[in-house]
């Protein structure tokens, strides 16, 4: 599949598109207004089975909010929904959001 993203660089960090990077610069002016208390990007979250690794995904952004709810965001330009991706999504919502319910999850 072949996609039209725009790698950009935003505070030194590169971002896979352009809307991730406007996402970030987003982010960024919330912390600053205190909406938000914190941000990560490319959230590492592992898959395992009986202690063995089966896969990871790493989401977009993990944004902490000052209450202590936390919320995963997932930026998708049109088409860009793979197959792996899908499945992922799912592992997430079926195995890591259920069992962490101060989390979040939009895309």
């Not at 991706?85 to 989390?103: A, G, I, M, T």
Request: charged content about 35%.
């Amino acid at each position: 599949m072949i996609f039209r993203n725009k790698q950009t660089v935003y505070n030194g960090e590169v971002y896979d598109s352009i809307a991730e990077t406007v996402f970030a610069q987003r982010l960024e002016l919330r912390r600053k207004a205190k909406d938000i208390k914190k941000w990560e990007r490319q959230y590492r979250v592992d898959f395992k089975h009986n202690g063995e690794l089966i896969c990871s995904h790493y989401v977009d952004f993990l944004l902490t909010y000052p209450d202590g709810q936390k919320e995963f965001v997932e930026i998708k330009g049109r088409g860009q929904a793979t197959d792996v991706w899908k499945l992922k999504r799912r592992l997430l919502e079926v195995f890591f959001l259920k069992k962490h319910k101060n989390f979040r999850y939009r895309v």
